[in-house]
């Protein structure tokens, strides 16, 4: 099978002012954990305590794994068609949203 790799947010772009403070970018995914278990979807016992201390944190409620293991999940997540849509020969052919980034400059670290 051939085709064509495709790339995705080749223009993405950080915009920074004078004087601005360094930003650090942090995408946590508990893709292996059930999210009416988490802290920060109100379940009732606080399981993201570290978390929920951070004053600009960004949190995410409605999102949904695309399968049962880490290696169908992530590719899924960070791409464009979303979980309804996604194809995993799609994840092969593109980019995906940690691309993007790297093309606006912003390290990545995996951990």
Same mark, same amino acid.
């Given at each position: 099978?051939s085709f064509? $790799?495709?790339?995705?947010? #080749?223009? /993405? ?7 601005? #403070? ?5 995408? @946590?995914?508990?893709?292996? %954990?059930? /999210?009416? &278990?988490?802290?920060? &979807? ?29 290696? @169908?999940?992530?590719?899924?997540? $960070? ?7 996604? @194809?995993? %020969?799609? /994840? ?6 940690? &691309? %993007?980034? /790297? ?9």
């Open positions: 099978m064509t $790799f495709r790339t995705v947010g #080749k223009d /993405a772009r950080t915009i920074s002012h004078v004087g601005d #403070k360094l930003t650090l970018f942090v995408i @946590v995914v508990g893709e292996t %954990a059930r /999210a009416a &278990n988490w802290g920060l &979807n109100g379940y009732g016992r606080q399981t993201t305590p570290i978390l929920a201390q951070q004053p600009d944190i960004i949190h995410f409620s409605e999102v949904t794994a695309c399968g049962t293991s880490t290696a @169908v999940s992530f590719p899924c997540m $960070f791409s464009l068609p979303g979980r309804d849509d996604y @194809v995993s %020969a799609y /994840a092969q052919q593109h980019e995906s949203l940690l &691309n %993007a980034l /790297a093309h606006a400059g912003i390290e990545g670290h995996l951990a």
